[in-house]
């Protein structure tokens, strides 16, 4: 067993590609039109059959409250794994990507979080810092 494709929700999916392709970097895997929205999943640009990424409408009664509760007490929806966290962070700042948390040193591991504009916080992740 395997990850296939995890999801993210999203308030909008067009603003949704847009950064998570223009401001982090992956690339679009499917972006297949179905109705309104789509199924649009991006990947890493150098693992274009790894894992994917589903931009997932969050239009279910559900996500509101559930994504509202997450950001209200901080916990990132998801990670995404980085080589070098203190690098990424200062290339997302220069972007204009908001932070809740600068990379911080956890054991073994380096985390920050910030926010993917789109109603959740994101977190990164990197051993070894």
Request: charged share 20%; aromatic share 10%; hydrophobic share 40%.
């Amino acid at each position: 067993m395997k990850i296939y494709i995890t999801s993210v929700f999203v308030d909008d999916q067009a603003k949704a590609r847009e950064f998570y392709t223009t401001v982090l970097g992956f690339v679009v895997k499917h972006d297949i039109p179905m109705g309104e929205d789509s199924w649009l999943t991006l990947t890493a640009p150098d693992a274009l059959d790894g894992p994917e990424l589903l931009l997932e409408p969050a239009g279910h009664p559900a996500v509101g409250p559930f994504r509202e509760a997450l950001v209200n007490d901080g916990i990132p929806f998801t990670s995404f794994a980085v080589e070098n966290i203190d690098a990424e962070y200062e290339r997302l700042l220069a972007l204009g990507v908001v932070f809740t948390q600068p990379p911080t040193q956890m054991g073994p591991v380096t985390t920050a979080v910030f926010d993917d504009t789109c109603g959740n916080l994101i977190q990164l992740s990197s051993y070894g810092g």
